[in-house]
């Protein structure tokens, strides 16, 4: 199960969220929360990509073999 959460536990969880948002608010909720969690994980892959530009432009200004070895050494 995710997080180490069982069924009793997501049972009571989806119980408490009926009766804090009501069963007319919920799938309103939900899809709220899928859209957040969905914007958060693109701008995650469009962070790793940013960073990749910018490790490649960094390369293609200063080509030093030195510096590339010692970071494929790392690696």
């Not at 199960?1 to 009793?8: A, N, S, T, Y």
């Not at 969905?38 to 293609?60: C, N």
């Amino acid at each position: 199960m995710p997080l180490g959460l069982g069924g009793q536990e997501l049972f009571i969880i989806l119980f408490l969220a009926l009766l804090i948002f009501g069963a007319k608010k919920l799938p309103e909720v939900g899809a709220g929360l899928g859209k957040g969690i969905r914007s958060f994980k693109e701008s995650l892959r469009e962070a790793d990509v940013s960073e990749e530009i910018k490790k490649l432009e960094d390369t293609k200004k200063e080509p030093n073999p030195e510096k590339q070895l010692t970071e494929m050494k790392k690696s």
